[in-house]
């Protein structure tokens, strides 16, 4: 289980490391070394998802370690209150960054191991906090610079993260 610490409440997660064993080591040791401490919600899209992870105030990237196999093919759905990593278009580009389904994403789904069929691997899901989980959602978004659609208004940060065993 790991809590996420956040400006508009706790979001409890608990981990499946039996369907996704290197994706959940992966997150535990980002939430083990700090790396979300201070990070933001970055990315909000209503009726999609929320993404976090990658980002310090003042849209400041952090550095992440080498990215982790995908292992979206675990039987488990992008469907609201589950936890997936979020990637580039390259499948096996997971690194810290991941965000929480506030929709039923069947389009994420693994498909076939393709570039196009990969699809997004869920590893966790909200236990606790889904009503924070809702009011993130409905925070205004703008855009940041040239790149950053969806951008929080406002700074949403995970302040800190607390796993327990």
């Given at each position: 289980?790991?809590?996420?610490?956040?400006?508009?409440?706790?979001?409890?997660?608990?981990?499946?490391?039996?369907?996704?064993?290197?994706?959940?080591?992966?997150?535990?040791?980002?939430?083990?070394?700090?790396?979300?401490?201070?990070?933001l919600f970055h990315r909000v899209i209503?009726?999609?998802?929320?993404?976090?992870?990658?980002?310090?105030?003042?849209?400041?990237?952090?550095?992440?370690?080498?990215?982790?196999?995908?292992?979206?093919?675990?039987?488990?759905?992008?469907?609201?209150?589950?936890?997936?990593?979020?990637?580039?278009?390259?499948?096996?580009?997971?690194?810290?960054q991941f965000f929480i389904n506030v929709n039923d994403n069947d389009f994420l789904n693994f498909k076939s191991a393709t570039s196009q069929g990969y699809g997004y691997c869920v590893f966790g899901e909200v236990v606790e906090g889904m009503d924070v989980v809702n009011k993130l959602k409905g925070v205004a978004t703008g855009t940041r610079g040239y790149m950053h659609q969806d951008v929080p208004v406002d700074d949403v940060l995970i302040t800190g993260v607390t796993v327990s065993e």
């Open positions: 289980m790991v809590t996420l610490h956040t400006t508009y409440g706790d979001i409890t997660l608990n981990l499946f490391a039996d369907k996704a064993p290197e994706t959940v080591a992966n997150f535990l040791q980002y939430c083990r070394d700090g790396h979300y401490d201070n990070t209503d009726g999609f998802m929320i993404q976090g992870g990658g980002y310090g105030p003042g849209f400041e990237e952090k550095e992440t370690r080498a990215p982790v196999k995908n292992e979206a093919d675990n039987g488990l759905s992008n469907k609201v209150g589950t936890v997936a990593m979020a990637r580039t278009m390259e499948p096996h580009s997971a690194t810290a």
